[in-house]
C-alpha cells in the first residue's frame, strides 16, 4: 500500500483570532428606472430579484446601474494566536512559538494594515461591477412577477465570466509576503522534526562491506572484457583505453 508523507502526522492545532474593531463605510448607488420602481408590485417586495429589475442598466454614456464607490474599511486585529490542543510531531508543536515570535515582530499587523486596501481595490474593481452588471441583465429571469421569468435554475446553471480582479501592487505585494510567512513556517517545522528526530548511525562504507561476491566469481576478465562486463567490443575498447591511460607512464615517469 502507498502511504503518504502526511499520513505519520496526527495533530490537532487551535486557531484563535479576534478583532478589536471592524469598520466599513461605502458609498453604494443605483440608477432606478421610476416608472418601474412606481409599478413595483407590493407581493414582490421580498424578492431580491424583482427589486433588481427596477434598475437601469446598458446605459449609452457607460455608466453602471449599480456602483460602490470611495469605500474606507478599517480593521484592527486583537489577537491571533495557535495552540497546540494535541501534538505528537515535534515540528508542529513547535509552530505555536513560532506564530508567537511573527505575532510579536509585527507580521500579521502588517497584513491587516493592508486588507482594507485590498478589500476596496476588489470591491469597487471590474470584477464586482461585472458582477452586478451579470444580475441585473438576468434579473427578470428571476422574477415571478416578470413576463420573461424561467426560473431560478437558469441563473444557476449559466457560466459568466467575470474576469479575475486586477493584480495591484499591493495586492501582490501582501500575497507573496503572506506566502514567504507560509513557506517559513513550514520550513521551520520541517527542521524541527528533523532535528529532534533519532538516525541510527551508518558506517560510510556499508555498502562496500556488504557487497559479497561468489567464492570463485570473477568481476572482470581482463583478457575478455567485453564479454565478462557484458559491454560488447565498443565497452571493451572503451575500459581498455581508460585502463592504458590511467595506468600509462611516459619515459619520465609522468602520465
Given at each position: 500500500?502507498?502511504?503518504?508523507?502526511?499520513?505519520?502526522?496526527?495533530?490537532?492545532?487551535?486557531?484563535?483570532?479576534?478583532?478589536?474593531?471592524?469598520?466599513?463605510?461605502?458609498?453604494?448607488?443605483?440608477?432606478?428606472?421610476?416608472?418601474?420602481?412606481?409599478?413595483?408590485?407590493?407581493?414582490?417586495?421580498?424578492?431580491?430579484?424583482?427589486?433588481?429589475?427596477?434598475?437601469?442598466?446598458?446605459?449609452?454614456?457607460?455608466?453602471?446601474?449599480?456602483?460602490?464607490?470611495?469605500?474606507?474599511?478599517?480593521?484592527?486585529?486583537?489577537?491571533f494566536?495557535?495552540?497546540?490542543?494535541?501534538?505528537?510531531?515535534p515540528g508542529?508543536?513547535?509552530?505555536?512559538?513560532?506564530?508567537?515570535?511573527?505575532?510579536?515582530?509585527?507580521?500579521f499587523?502588517?497584513?491587516?494594515?493592508?486588507?482594507?486596501?485590498?478589500l476596496?481595490?476588489?470591491?469597487?474593481g471590474?470584477?464586482?461591477?461585472?458582477?452586478?452588471d451579470?444580475?441585473?441583465?438576468?434579473?427578470?429571469?428571476?422574477?415571478?412577477?416578470?413576463?420573461?421569468?424561467?426560473?431560478?435554475?437558469?441563473?444557476r446553471?449559466?457560466?459568466?465570466?467575470f474576469?479575475?480582479?486586477?493584480?495591484?501592487p499591493?495586492?501582490?505585494?501582501?500575497?507573496?509576503?503572506?506566502?514567504?510567512?507560509?513557506?517559513?513556517?513550514?520550513a521551520?517545522?520541517?527542521?524541527?522534526n528533523?532535528?529532534?528526530?533519532?538516525?541510527?548511525?551508518?558506517?560510510?562504507?556499508?555498502?562496500?562491506?556488504?557487497?559479497?561476491?561468489?567464492?570463485?566469481?570473477?568481476?572482470?576478465?581482463?583478457?575478455?572484457?567485453?564479454?565478462?562486463?557484458?559491454?560488447?567490443?565498443?565497452?571493451?575498447?572503451?575500459?581498455?583505453e581508460?585502463?592504458?591511460?590511467?595506468?600509462?607512464?611516459?619515459?619520465?615517469g609522468?602520465?
Open positions: 500500500t502507498n502511504s503518504s508523507f502526511f499520513d505519520s502526522f496526527n495533530d490537532t492545532l487551535g486557531l484563535s483570532l479576534g478583532f478589536d474593531s471592524i469598520g466599513l463605510d461605502a458609498t453604494i448607488g443605483a440608477r432606478v428606472r421610476l416608472l418601474e420602481f412606481l409599478k413595483f408590485p407590493i407581493s414582490a417586495a421580498l424578492n431580491l430579484n424583482c427589486w433588481l429589475t427596477t434598475i437601469r442598466r446598458n446605459l449609452p454614456s457607460g455608466e453602471r446601474g449599480i456602483f460602490v464607490q470611495n469605500l474606507i474599511a478599517t480593521i484592527s486585529l486583537g489577537r494566536g495557535l495552540s497546540c490542543v494535541d501534538c505528537t510531531t508542529v508543536a513547535s509552530l505555536p512559538a513560532l506564530i508567537s515570535l511573527m505575532q510579536g515582530d509585527g507580521a499587523d502588517f497584513i491587516m494594515g493592508r486588507l482594507p486596501s485590498i476596496s481595490d476588489l470591491v469597487t471590474d470584477a464586482m461591477h461585472a458582477y452586478f451579470d444580475r441585473l441583465d438576468n434579473s427578470g429571469r428571476l422574477c415571478p412577477f416578470r413576463d420573461d421569468f424561467r426560473g431560478e435554475t437558469v441563473y446553471t449559466r457560466i459568466v465570466q474576469g479575475f480582479p486586477e493584480l495591484t499591493t495586492f501582490v505585494d501582501t500575497l507573496l509576503f503572506v506566502a514567504f510567512i507560509g513557506a517559513t513556517a513550514l521551520f517545522g520541517f527542521l524541527e528533523q532535528r529532534t528526530r533519532s538516525f541510527e548511525p551508518t558506517d560510510p562504507l556499508s555498502a562496500e562491506n556488504n557487497f559479497e561476491t561468489p567464492e570463485g566469481a570473477t568481476l572482470i576478465d581482463w583478457s575478455d572484457v567485453g564479454r565478462s562486463t557484458k559491454l560488447g567490443e565498443l565497452g571493451e575498447w572503451a575500459l581498455l581508460l585502463n592504458s591511460f590511467l595506468t600509462g607512464r611516459t619515459d619520465s609522468i602520465l
